[in-house]
């Protein structure tokens, strides 16, 4: 299969809590995990991203995991704010194109 | 600002036309994706491009065709547009062809078939 799992579909949180979201992939030949935040009216931004060769990578408040055994892998944000309410999008890679996880729509509340 | 320009932003059309979608790659970047985004699918691939040729096809109905010019600009053309065609359509550009790239998005294309 192709697909590419996400969950929770929707994610409130207190401003300042953190967060945390997560996908499964099925084919074992991806090696390539990009993370997307899509805001409101606009075209999904490339927030972080993680190759096979490496099981974690941190920029700033952003972290995303990878466990390639399980096929899994997450995106943490921590010290939430206002700001990062947005749709959150995973993606994993195949050798003919990027398949994208359903959405998560993270509210954070002051 | 991704470096991705995607013209109409907004489109409004009649069941049965025709319409042309345009995209801008960022400058350098090679390779051009056509996603279509809808409430209920999300992000569907529909075909990449590569320095003029196709590469990459994906879930893109044959009513549905793509080109890439010369000058890297690509063209998504719909045509017999149904009602369940309304969808905002996202290019997007990336310097190589493997998916391993980043692939960097356009503002999108929002297309509404009354």
């Known amino acids: 299969g192709e697909n590419v799992e996400q969950h929770p579909s929707t994610l409130s949180v207190q401003e300042g809590d953190s967060a945390v979201i997560k996908c499964t992939y099925s084919?074992?030949?991806?090696?390539?995990f990009p993370w997307y935040k899509q805001e409101l009216g606009k075209g999904p931004q490339l927030i972080i991203d993680i190759r096979s060769n490496v099981g974690e990578k941190k920029d700033q408040r952003i972290a995303v995991t990878l466990n390639k055994t399980a096929k899994h892998f997450s995106l943490h944000i921590t010290e939430t704010q206002p700001e990062d309410s947005a749709v959150y999008f995973c993606a994993a890679s195949r050798p003919d194109k990027l398949i994208f996880g359903t959405g998560t729509r993270l509210q954070v509340f002051p | 600002d991704s470096g991705v320009t995607q013209t109409p932003k907004h489109l409004i059309t009649a069941t049965g036309q025709r319409v042309t979608l345009r995209c801008s790659p960022r400058s350098g970047d090679l390779s051009v994706y056509w996603y279509q985004q809808s409430l209920d699918q999300g992000l569907q691939f529909l075909i990449q491009?590569?320095?003029?040729?196709?590469?990459a096809k994906g879930n893109i109905l044959e009513r549905f065709s793509a080109q890439q010019f010369p000058d890297l600009h690509s063209e998504l053309n719909l045509s017999s547009l149904e009602l369940g065609d309304s969808a905002l359509y996202f290019c997007a550009s990336s310097v190589g062809q493997s998916t391993g790239n980043t692939i960097y998005f356009g503002e999108g294309s929002w297309l509404t078939v009354v």
């Open positions: 084919d074992s030949a991806s090696n390539y």
């Open positions: 491009y590569y320095n003029g040729e196709e590469r």
